[in-house]
């Protein structure tokens, strides 16, 4: 099958809401070159090898995505375009916007982004190892064997670390996890693996539902993390000890307004995908909701919250 390749370049505070835009315009998933994390890591000898070179500008965030060569992809084209020049709406900087395209062969981009993703230590325990490399695991590590496929999340991106950070400090012995918008199921297999009792992770789309489920297995914790597809928290019954969402602002601010009813009295919320600028605007939605603010971590221009629900 022939396929479009499209990608743009933009800036670190765009990236999730362009990934966002790619998304619903029917791309199972996106391809992040993000040079300021790749030269981070390349300095850190987290990588025993890495042949990509120092990028030499790393403000330029290119993103990717890949649409069918059908009828409908010159209206895509239009819409993805004007989708992103109404970024500037919601405070945020597209950078050069740079638009391109060009027919690609399947089996060309399936593998392309594995360039990109290698074993990577990303909190106190947790490191995140694709499926094809190996790795010599050393004492007190949690190793979360990755193959993110066509869906979100290799770990890598500020916004899924600092959620794995919080969750290796939250995370008790039987907790009940929500994971809203899961995507490649990382998170959802990280809080498994830190001892919850019981993970529900729900997407919106069905292959990321697809390859969440099978990175469950794969890490042989199927048992502990279930996976449906769902929009945000419709569907999900109960209360949770722990609900994280790694998703964008507005989605957060339009989520946030339910998290009283499904998280457990002292249970804590954790936001991800925030751009540092709009911290405020979703701090102030979560108390609205009478959410009290237990820590705000900042890295790379991105924020992530973890608030509490306190006592009725």
């Keep these: 099958m022939k396929w479009a390749e499209i990608s743009i370049q933009t800036t670190h505070e765009a990236t999730e809401a362009v990934a966002n835009i790619f998304h619903e315009l029917g791309a199972s998933g996106v391809v992040i070159e993000d040079p300021e994390v790749i030269n981070a890591y390349r300095r850190s000898g987290t990588w025993d090898y890495c042949d990509l070179p120092e990028a030499e500008n790393p403000e330029i965030v290119t993103v990717k995505a890949y649409l069918p060569m059908d009828d409908d992809l010159d209206d895509k084209l239009r819409l993805f375009e004007a989708r992103v020049n109404e970024l500037s709406r919601y405070q945020l900087n597209k950078g050069r916007g740079h638009i391109y395209w060009q027919e690609v062969q399947e089996e ?10 290698h074993p990577i230590k990303v909190g106190e325990k947790i490191v995140i190892k694709p499926s094809w490399e190996k790795y010599n695991q050393a004492e007190g590590e949690i190793v979360v064997e990755l193959d993110p496929g066509m869906a979100f999340g290799t770990g890598t991106h500020h916004t ?43 997407d919106l789309d069905p292959v990321a539902v697809n390859v969440a489920a099978d990175n469950a297995s794969v890490n042989g914790v199927s048992h502990i993390v279930k996976v449906a597809q769902g929009d945000l928290l419709t569907g999900l019954t109960g209360t949770a000890d722990v609900v994280v969402a790694n998703i964008i602002a507005d989605v957060i601010i339009r989520l946030v307004k339910d998290i009283p009813q499904k998280l457990k009295e002292g249970g804590v919320f954790i936001a991800s995908g925030v751009i540092a600028e709009r911290l405020g605007d979703v701090t102030a939605a979560m108390l609205a909701q009478g959410l009290v603010i237990d820590r705000v971590v900042e890295e790379g221009g991105w924020a992530a919250i973890a608030v509490r629900r306190g006592g009725d």
């Design 160 to 202: 899924t670390a600092m959620c794995i950070r919080i969750l290796e400090d939250v995370i008790k012995p039987g907790d009940i996890v929500f994971d809203v918008g899961t995507g490649s199921g990382i998170l959802a297999v990280a809080a498994a693996k830190l001892g919850a009792g019981a993970v529900y992770a729900v």
């Design 108 to 117: 060309d981009w399936a593998s392309s982004w594995k360039n990109y993703f």
